[in-house]
């Protein structure tokens, strides 16, 4: 299963395959059927197998099998009634995944997509996300099987508070911060906000992030994810001797990740030639209009398809994973996980991209990584790149905490330092480990290290 690409293997090399084979085996075993966390944690394991290699202190302490474990995991029903006045019930989740650094923080999904094995993936690379930050935060990721899609806003309230009124009991703002994500926005966080602050009696502001300004939300956190996954890209550029200006790049997706990438993008000098929703995408070689992608998606809630209803010289596409066939130099994955397969990373090379930055949480399968890596495309991975919307979560945090408001340019400070400061973490960790182009290990061994540090200081937790 796990192995190294080499001739001869010594006896500590083959010592922590074994052990590392033993612990997925155990994982395959139980949960079969977590075929996303199963991915993700292979990902991380292979990743692994040189720190292991060098450090036994970590095999000692059985490091990997108490990390690949959430410390709590709550599943939970959410009773709702709808506009007809039925009763509706969905399955809740939050898993706590680990606190070694910090309290739990992550977000919050909305989709009927969601399940156990997709929180738990999501939980495993909060946990590395958060600790590359330099924050003190832990991992954890909640959510729902809920469409919030064709709900009314009261529909969509009843179901906040309800999912509220169970997650009351295990979250707190030294405990765990939940946030927004994928159906989760401002509006849902204030219905969440306000349940809790009705249940608890108390205004503990730094319990959610991602909130309206008026109560607590921080400038700048919504850009912040799209704008991080910029400035850590421009600095793979930077150090390769390329930059934005006249670069061709294309964004699945066109929600805050990809419209606030692509705006920061284009400000830098880029020419975003497409984007996507879940029905289609719309392609423009000449260079689509943000301010109408922005109008659709964010003001009128449409389709990506009525682009073209405006801008007719633009070509709309009705199935979304052919965006990878787009020529670019750039491309930018910020919808939802494995939407880049084996076939979409050729179709990428072969059509000449340069590099490819993940804005969204592990949107490339395995298979597509090593082929990016391989071809020696650059290659910057999730849990590094799309960082900055949970270091700014984090600053939110510090603001709540010291009764405080920043600007939206003290904020950006901020987050250009924290994604700068990401970028050096993952290269360095990359070059010790002798793999300097690969990102992937750089930022998982980076994530890593400092989490399982702590938990031997800590002791057997």
């Keep these: 299963m796990f192995s190294l690409n080499k001739k001869t293997i010594t006896k500590k090399e083959q010592a922590v395959l074994d052990y590392m084979n033993r612990i997925y085996k155990k994982l395959e075993e139980r949960d079969p059927h977590e075929t996303e966390f199963l991915q993700a944690a292979k990902m991380l394991f292979n990743s692994l197998i040189p720190v292991f290699v060098k450090n036994s202190t970590y095999m000692e302490h059985n490091i990997l099998e108490r990390i690949i474990e959430p410390e709590r995991i709550i599943m939970f029903r959410v009773p709702w009634v709808d506009d007809d006045n039925n009763m509706r019930v969905n399955r809740g989740y939050r898993v706590q995944f680990n606190s070694a650094i910090g309290p739990y923080k992550g977000g919050i999904r909305f989709h009927p997509s969601v399940n156990l094995s997709i929180m738990k993936f999501l939980g495993l690379t909060q946990i590395f996300k958060n600790s590359l930050t330099g924050q003190p935060i832990g991992g954890g990721k909640g959510g729902a099987d809920f469409d919030p899609k064709g709900k009314s806003d009261q529909e969509i309230m009843r179901f906040c508070q309800s999912y509220m009124t169970e997650l009351v009991n295990h979250i707190g703002p030294d405990t765990d911060i939940p946030a927004g994500d994928i159906g989760v926005g401002k509006r849902e966080i204030g219905y969440m906000f306000g349940q809790y602050k009705r249940l608890q009696g108390a205004y503990h502001a730094g319990?959610?992030?991602?909130?309206?300004?008026?109560?607590?939300?921080?400038?700048?956190?919504?850009?912040?994810?799209?704008?991080?996954?910029?400035?850590?890209?421009?600095?793979?550029?930077?150090?390769?001797?390329?930059?934005?200006?006249?670069?061709?790049?294309?964004?699945?997706?066109?929600?805050?990740?990809?419209?606030?990438?692509?705006?920061?993008?284009?400000?830098?000098?880029?020419?975003?030639?497409?984007?996507?929703?879940?029905?289609?995408?719309?392609?423009?070689?000449?260079?689509?209009?943000?301010?109408?992608?922005?109008?659709?998606?964010?003001?009128?809630?449409?389709?990506?398809?009525?682009?073209?209803?405006?801008?007719?010289?633009?070509?709309?596409?009705?199935?979304?994973?052919?965006?990878?066939?787009?020529?670019?130099?750039?491309?930018?994955?910020?919808?939802?996980?494995?939407?880049?397969?084996?076939?979409?990373?050729?179709?990428?090379?072969?059509?000449?991209?340069?590099?490819?930055?993940?804005?969204?949480?592990?949107?490339?399968?395995?298979?597509?990584?090593?082929?990016?890596?391989?071809?020696?495309?650059?290659?910057?991975?999730?849990?590094?790149?799309?960082?900055?919307?949970?270091?700014?979560?984090?600053?939110?945090?510090?603001?709540?905490?010291?009764?405080?408001?920043?600007?939206a340019e003290e904020v950006d400070v901020q987050l250009q330092v924290i994604m700068k400061r990401i970028y050096r973490r993952c290269t360095k960790a990359a070059q010790t480990y002798k793999q300097p182009k690969n990102l992937v290990v750089g930022s998982n061994i980076a994530g890593f290290t400092k989490v399982a540090d702590t938990m031997i200081d800590l002791g057997n937790i």
Excluded at 220 to 238: H, Q, S
Excluded at 267 to 272: D, E, H, N, P, Q
Excluded at 377 to 390: D, E, K, R, T
């Design 207 to 407: 319990v959610l992030t991602g909130k309206a300004l008026n109560y607590g939300g921080s400038r700048g956190r919504t850009e912040a994810t799209g704008y991080g996954t910029i400035y850590f890209v421009d600095e793979m550029l930077k150090d390769n001797n390329l930059s934005f200006k006249n670069a061709t790049l294309i964004t699945s997706g066109s929600g805050n990740v990809a419209i606030y990438a692509m705006e920061k993008a284009i400000k830098l000098g880029a020419k975003v030639v497409a984007c996507s929703d879940s029905s289609g995408y719309v392609y423009d070689p000449n260079g689509l209009s943000l301010q109408t992608i922005k109008r659709l998606k964010l003001t009128e809630s449409a389709r990506i398809s009525e682009y073209v209803n405006t801008h007719p010289h633009a070509e709309y596409f009705d199935d979304g994973s052919k965006i990878w066939s787009v020529p670019c130099d750039i491309a930018l994955p910020c919808a939802t996980q494995n939407e880049i397969d084996e076939d979409s990373a050729k179709s990428l090379i072969q059509n000449g991209v340069r590099v490819v930055a993940e804005g969204a949480n592990m949107p490339c399968t395995s298979e597509a990584i090593d082929l990016f890596i391989e071809n020696n495309i650059l290659f910057g991975p999730a849990q590094a790149v799309n960082a900055g919307g949970v270091a700014a979560s984090a600053l939110e945090m510090a603001q709540n905490s010291s009764r405080l408001a920043w600007s």
